[in-house]
């Protein structure tokens, strides 16, 4: 019971201001783990390139990298993502008790001990030099990949929650997310990801709230200023989502959507250190390891 409530309060502060304050002293607790990210990120090679892309992350909070990715890992997150999507009726099944009903998470199953193996190409897509080139120029030191999801959204009704309200993700003071879609998403029938920019965003100001209603959007900010990515397969793109007020999965009865997320964060974590999430042998290079793991492993 005190646990829950230490967590509850945590849960609020690090939705207030005070969140900024707590992750810079936990950083100067560690700050040589944090020089050694940032030297780190120095010997990253950037091109012009990256170098846009990031900075029209900084400003708008998203940004198109499709056309800067490796085109064979997108093919192969495709192959992989076609043979999940084959057996996703069945998770689904499993999965009705969840509170995201309108999800069925696609990567259980490849979890080994709560690890996901590097070499899947489902980890492959987060740490490949593109992104970590873009995202050195947007954290400014080597990102952490805190983890990689796979979701098949499925209509679920009118009555929406959750994600499918607006919210900002409060993982972290800086939270940088890589969506790839696995279906095609040519209508908002198929629960596109939806999202305001950042300087759009910002008008909302703090809220102790963590969703939002299109009502309170409309009113705030209008509702014509958002942005839905509607896009075919394999469209890829970052968003501030600590940043960015964003919804998704309104998926309309028969159609579905699946999506591939990868989320980084800086270091150290602000929530306390979970188990690893990536099963590493230790033959990793340092990059590669401070890329997947906590600076204590």
């Known amino acids: 019971m005190f646990e829950k409530l230490i967590y509850r309060i945590r849960w609020h502060i690090y939705r207030t201001p005070f969140a900024g304050l707590v992750k810079t002293c936990k950083r100067m607790m560690i700050w040589g783990r944090i ?3 940032r030297l780190l990120a120095e010997t990253v090679m950037r091109t012009e390139l990256h ?3 990031a900075q029209e992350l900084k400003e708008n909070g ?9 085109a064979s890992l997108l093919q192969e997150l495709d192959r992989a993502g076609k043979q999940k999507l084959s057996a996703a009726a069945v998770r689904r099944f499993e999965q009705k008790s969840t509170y995201k009903n309108y999800w069925t998470r696609m990567l259980d199953e490849d979890m ?3 690890q996901l193996d590097p070499q899947s190409p489902f980890v492959r897509v987060a740490i ?4 970590v080139s873009i995202l050195v120029g947007v954290y400014e030191e080597i990102p952490r990949l805190d983890y990689v999801l796979l979701t098949l959204s499925n209509y679920s009704g009118e009555h929406y929650k959750v994600s499918q309200l607006w919210h900002k993700d409060y993982d972290d003071t800086k939270v940088v997310k890589l969506f790839i879609y696995l279906t095609d998403v040519p209508s908002l029938d198929d629960g596109p990801f939806t999202f305001f920019s950042g300087p759009d ?7 102790l709230k963590s969703h939002q209603s299109d009502r309170v959007l409309d009113a705030k900010i209008g509702l014509k200023n958002a942005h839905s990515v509607i896009a075919p397969k394999l469209t890829a793109f970052l ?3 600590s940043r960015c007020l964003h919804m998704g999965s309104r998926v309309a009865e028969g159609h579905r959507r699946s999506l591939y997320t990868a989320t980084y964060i800086s270091s150290p974590r602000l929530y306390p250190e979970p188990p690893p999430k990536f099963a590493l042998t230790g033959a990793e290079g340092r990059l590669l390891r401070l890329l997947l793991t906590g600076d204590s492993q």
């Open 35 to 37: 020089r050694e990210r």
């Open 51 to 53: 170098e846009k892309l």
């Open 62 to 70: 998203y940004v198109d990298i499709s056309a800067a990715l490796d």
């Open 112 to 114: 080994r001990e709560g």
């Open 128 to 131: 490949q030099s593109d992104v």
């Open 201 to 207: 965003s910002d008008k909302l100001g703090f809220s």
């Open 239 to 241: 968003v501030d989502t």
